[in-house]
């Protein structure tokens, strides 16, 4: 698995520890709805600040996404 796989993975679990779903999120963070599953598939490397806005929405830090 590469790191954007890994770092998918996080989002999605940081997303479903809150139970929020897909559409939910994209409309917190101001992108869409297939944009985020991208993102949790490690389709697309999201930008720093798509990932700091998916951390204040997702109450975690960023660096919690980073598959170090």
Same mark, same amino acid.
């Given at each position: 698995?590469? !790191? ?6 996080? %989002? ?16 917190? $963070?101001? &992108?869409?709805? #297939? @944009? $985020? !599953?991208? &993102?949790?598939?490690?389709? %697309?490397?999201?930008? @720093?600040? &798509? ?5 204040? $929405?997702?109450?975690?830090? #960023? !660096?919690? /996404?980073?598959? /170090?």
């Amino acid at each position: 698995m590469g !790191s954007q796989e890994k770092l998918g993975k996080n %989002v999605k679990k940081a997303r479903e520890k809150l139970g929020l779903t897909q559409e939910e999120l994209a409309e917190k $963070v101001g &992108i869409h709805v #297939s @944009y $985020v !599953s991208r &993102i949790e598939r490690g389709k %697309v490397n999201p930008s @720093y600040d &798509i990932l700091e806005n998916l951390a204040k $929405v997702l109450k975690v830090k #960023s !660096s919690d /996404f980073l598959p /170090f």
